[in-house]
């Protein structure tokens, strides 16, 4: 039963059982301009398809969106009823300044003088928006890293929840938006870290905070599942192939080769350098595979030579008994991947940066995201198209 005083605006969407549908996205830096483009088919495919076209927004077809890190800058504005053209203009205009290394002297000079990433967090979501209903048009979960706690920090505008309760002192739904965003995509080492306070009387309630990358939800697909269906979080979507949907989509990677048998140590600093990257793969092909062991999986690539896609080969039209039904598109940039989408010309090595925010490398990662692109088909979404 919801507390329907709480949702405001949004209380005639959620009070009544009804199929639901969930959006992941990945964190990944820069990389996060190619999830804009796998957004940018599948909004323009569902616009055609409700007959809405430029009135549809995706935060009106999903009923809770996720995002980690960068992919938290765009669950956010989604969540606000941005477009993605609007999106991608942002990361366009902003996102040398949000990502590449260059800045980042400048960024922390003027971190207690006039910081220009706050301006543009609190121009694009709104300095006085938080969580609350009124200020989203759908519901929205942010992955964050309390270092004070030493715990990942899942926060959600779901209005059911625990800590959700505007009688606390506390109330998550009072937080603003955009420094919540920014606490996601506060890389460790590259950007300082963000202090939040929840109790402006409680001292002991300000925590310090890092990319929600760091944390086992880098993908958090599984974690939205759980937190929209469990029912210690209040919300009870229903579970089922016909009732529920989530799409997650990432930033594109793939394996990073190691040292050889014949020279086992020689790639010591090599691994040192990629470790990051390496343990974000590992977290994201773990939760791709929870996914498609209690999901329904209808689109996905490969997983290993053992597990392979776990696409069933039943037709969709035969109910198999999974919690949701699942897709996830990603974008494969190995040189083999590229050149599957005549992108061979591209640097594999370049594009997999996290923060190689240049002009040029923004507009690579905005055409192999195009190419992308064209493995979105609503043939994936089952009844829910």
Known sequence: ???PERWGHLRSRYETARPRKLLALDGGGIRGVMTLQILARLEALLAKSTGQKDNFRLCDYFDYIAGTSTGAIIAAGLARGMTVDELIEFYRSTGEQMFEKSHLLVRYKSLYKSDPLKVMMQNTFGARTTLEPKHLRTLLLVVTRNVTTDSPWPISSNPEARYNDPSRPDCNLRIPL???VRAS???PVFFPPEVLNWDPADPKKSFVFVDGGVTPFNDPAFLLYRMATHPAYGLNFQTGEKNL???SIGTGGGPTLGATVDDPES???SIAKTLPGTLMYGVQVEQDVACRTIGRCTYGASIDRELGTMIP???LSQDLGRHFLYARYNIDLS???LRSMKC?????GELCKMDNATAANIRNLLRAGKAASAQVDLAHLGSFA
């Open 1 to 3: 039963m919801l507390h």
């Open 178 to 180: 955009w420094q919540l």
């Open 185 to 187: 995509t506060a890389a």
């Open 245 to 247: 949907l989530l799409v």
């Open 267 to 269: 790639n010591l600093l």
């Open 313 to 315: 080969p039943e037709p």
């Open 335 to 337: 040189y083999e991947g």
């Open 344 to 348: 061979e010309d591209l640097d594999s």
